[in-house]
């Protein structure tokens, strides 16, 4: 009977004695030496992840300065915050991976369920037509992928956006939440309505296009504020600037004629 015996460095192998095996240093050793090369690649495939990503970021940083440049300036938008909050908010974020290299692109895209996210122009658009003060309380309905909102959340104290489709609003709901906006509140229900519980408005924008302008977000418009909205059929739809005047009385004025997805739910009953 032969009492096994470790021998070599302490500090490299720690060796319990069985009687009747032996520890082949040797062969621990080079165990060692093969985790620590593994552990090498994994580290040097990491690094190499992490570069690639980092340059896809930069990459969609200097996409989204080019759109901001082209797409926004070189037309009609000059309002700076708004400028600004279109360069801080990032749009890859709020597409689909698919359309991720195309999402600074002069175009609205597939989000899933029949639903697009709106041109980069039209968002920056209705938002500086909203003229959104940064005390501002906000109604976004139509809340997508969130993008939007999260425009809006840059601008305003305090967002509020309905989705009327469940699996977006759970999805914005985590992204939104995932991106540090904790001003905007999301939830799933039909805009049509409003939601009185957090109004008057300062501001509502809609993303979606009923044949009319609902009577209930006019209702939830504070004095002094604003609704954006598109109006009309798949045929035919423009874009309406809605006020209240201090004295109550309602103004509208007609943008510029737009396409929108048209607004389901209670909308479609009126």
């Not at 609902?214 to 954006?228: C, D, M, T």
């Not at 598109?230 to 004025?253: A, C, F, H, M, N």
Request: charged fraction near 25%; charge should be neutral; hydrophobic fraction near 35%.
């Amino acid at each position: 009977m032969s009492t096994g015996k470790c021998r070599g460095p302490a500090a490299i192998i720690v060796c319990a004695l069985i009687i009747g095996t032996s520890c082949n240093t040797s062969d621990l050793v080079r165990e060692d030496s093969t985790q620590s090369s593994q552990a090498e690649v994994s580290g040097d495939q990491n690094q190499k992840q992490q570069s690639k990503e980092s340059k896809r970021l930069n990459q969609f940083q200097k996409q989204r300065k080019k759109m901001v440049e082209r797409q926004l300036k070189l037309r009609d938008i000059s309002d700076q915050r708004v400028l600004k909050a279109v360069m801080d908010v990032a749009r890859h974020e709020f597409v689909p991976e698919a359309y991720r290299d195309i999402a600074y692109a002069d175009q609205p895209l597939p989000i899933g369920h029949e639903q697009t996210i709106s041109q980069p122009y039209i968002v920056a658009l209705m938002t500086q037509i909203a003229q959104v003060k940064p005390d501002a309380n906000v109604l976004d309905v139509g809340t997508g992928s969130g993008y939007q909102a999260a425009i809006l959340g840059e601008l305003a104290e305090k967002v509020w956006s309905i989705e009327i489709l469940e699996p977006l609003a759970d999805e914005a709901r985590d992204r939104l939440k995932r991106l540090g906006y904790d001003n905007i509140t999301v939830r799933h229900g039909d805009g049509y309505a409003g939601w009185p519980e957090h109004a008057p408005f300062d501001v509502i924008i809609v993303a979606a296009a009923p044949d009319h302008v609902p009577p209930k977000l006019v209702e939830q418009l504070a004095v002094g504020g604003r609704l954006v909205i598109p109006v009309g059929d798949r045929g035919r739809q423009d874009l309406l600037l809605v006020e209240k005047k201090q004295d109550g009385t309602i103004s509208r004025r007609t943008v510029v004629p737009v396409a929108f997805v048209p607004m389901t739910g209670e909308a479609q009953d009126k």
